[in-house]
C-alpha cells in the first residue's frame, strides 16, 4: 500500500504526517503555524 506525506496548514495549527492510501494517518505532527518559520 503506498503512503504519502500529508501536509495540512490551518489558520492556527499546521500538521504533517504519513497519510496511507485508505486515509489512515500514520503518524501526524501538530505544531502551531508560526513554528513555520522554524523549519
Known sequence: MRSA???????TNFRIGWVREDGAVLCSD?????ALGEL
Open 5 to 11: 506525506i500529508g501536509i495540512d496548514i490551518g489558520g
Open 30 to 34: 501538530k505544531k502551531p503555524s508560526k
